[in-house]
């Protein structure tokens, strides 16, 4: 009777740490995907915003600006040069991190008053209003990146990967003393 | 005492008679002389050319002349100078104008030179222009020009002029440069030794010159004035 309970006891603990045990590897595993993918999702958003602030810069079409009116011409980017700009150097950024299988879609708006583009970016990415439908005020750069990120825990659920979808976009001020 | 003889009386009253005879022909001579007038256009009296006599003949040849004018002494109105003939407006030729006569010369005196006549001396103008009105901050950075001030000084008593050019940014800071011109002069960023002159700081920047010329007449120009603006980027949330 004694040694019955005793292997009994044994066996229940066996169960329950190897219960335990996946239980950890589960949670560990999930972290690590949470944390992967969100990092990736930093990363990616921070590359976006980097190639879209470096279109936006050089851009800008200065012919003109110094135009004596009495007033600073306002501001407008070289959609072309903006556009590959950005571009280039999402490039470089994805070849640092390794990344070849990405897509991305890299809009201007290249007029001192912006505009709008309908259905931009492709994916719901973005926060607040104008979602599917980019609108803004200034001469502005959008890029959209979507890449796959490689996930621990999810594979186990049949998601080897994620598709990551970031939407970045950087703008130029119109000074205050700007011409009409 | 002897008595006069009778035939003494006779020559005496011969030669008295004699003697009356050629006064009377002086006078009338005289008479006939001054009523043919004159020619004067002061006087309403006739008038007329004498010539001809001894006593003519006489004072021409004091005057070195061949005709005078006599003008008799009832006549008061004939010692002032004639009118001058009334001109006529038609006429292109050149009238003969009236001088009236010198005036008795006085005692020579030493010759003593007029007084210089002061020329009067233009005002000394400054004028101070930027040639662009609003730049972009850092302009050489991004290949934009940077200021360029003209200058235009001009009377006084001429160049080389003295220019001392006053520059103030938006902080109020104000910088000074100077330089030489003759009346015109350029100013940008590499008399400066700036590439970035007048766009170092945003805001709104003015410059004035103060120029002199070498006897220290000087004059302020007005401000010229520009602004420097940005357009800086931003992300878009």
Redesign the interface.
Known sequence: MGLKTKRSESGQVVVLGVILAMLFIGLAGALIDVYVLLEARHWAYQAA?QA??VG??KG?S?SG?????????P?TLNATAAGSEAENLLHQEMTLRGITDYAYDVRVLPDATGGSIPGFPPQSVR??DGRGSWS?SEP?V?LYLSFPVQTFFLAFFGRPQVHMDVF????????A??CP | MNKPKRSSYYLMSVMAALLMAMLLTNVVSARRSSNNGWNNPACSEPSSKLSGSAYEEYIMSIRGTTTYEYIPANCPSCNQPAAPAPQNNDDDEEEEEYHPPAAPSAPSAPYVPPPPTPTPIPALNAALDAE?????LF?SQ????AQNLNGTISGGIGGPYTVTLHLSDPLGNESTYSLTTNGAFHFGATDAGDPNFGATLEGNWSAWMVASDSVGTSDTSTSAGW?V?????????
């Open positions: 915003q879209t602030l936006v810069s800008r200065w600006v110094t135009a004596d009116r009495g007033c600073l011409e501001m926060l607040g803004l502005s959008g970045a976009a950087s703008s130029i001020h119109q000074p003393n700007v | 662009y009105s609003s730049l972009v302009a991004v290949g934009e020009p602004q603006g940005w357009y800086p980027l931003h992300e878009t949330p």
